[in-house]
């Protein structure tokens, strides 16, 4: 497995998760990252990415409640959501691209209930 994410759970709406994902040094040092979800009968949509130079873009739903980082000595990426709508409802993904090639983790739940 080249990325393992972790992190997902059930919480009330207005809670809090965090999401990470961990991959080889390969991937992180030469790759690009971000998180995608997908909610039941919805198509995959691209949440948040943070590239190797730690630029970071957000879906507009989620600005202001999410952050995404990464750590080099952990290998890591995570995502930070806060004050979490029942519509952040999916599967969560990591996705990393670039130079080491692209890769799909394998899916957190995430389950906010109001």
């Known amino acids: 497995v080249q990325l393992q994410a972790s992190g997902g759970g059930s919480v009330q709406a207005g809670g809090s998760l965090t999401l990470s994902c961990s991959t080889s040094r390969s991937i992180f040092s030469n790759n690009d990252m971000a998180w995608y979800r997908q909610a039941p009968g919805k198509q995959r949509e691209l949440v948040a990415s943070?590239?190797?130079?730690?630029?970071?873009t957000y879906v507009d739903s989620v600005k202001g409640r999410f952050t995404i980082s990464r750590d080099g000595a952990q290998r890591t990426m995570y995502l930070k959501m806060h004050s979490l709508k029942p519509e952040g409802t999916a599967v969560y993904y990591c996705?990393?691209?670039?130079?080491?090639?692209?890769?799909w983790g394998q899916g957190t739940q995430v389950t906010v209930s109001s």
């Open positions: 996705n990393s691209k670039g130079r080491a090639g692209v890769y």
């Open positions: 943070i590239t190797r130079g730690d630029s970071r």
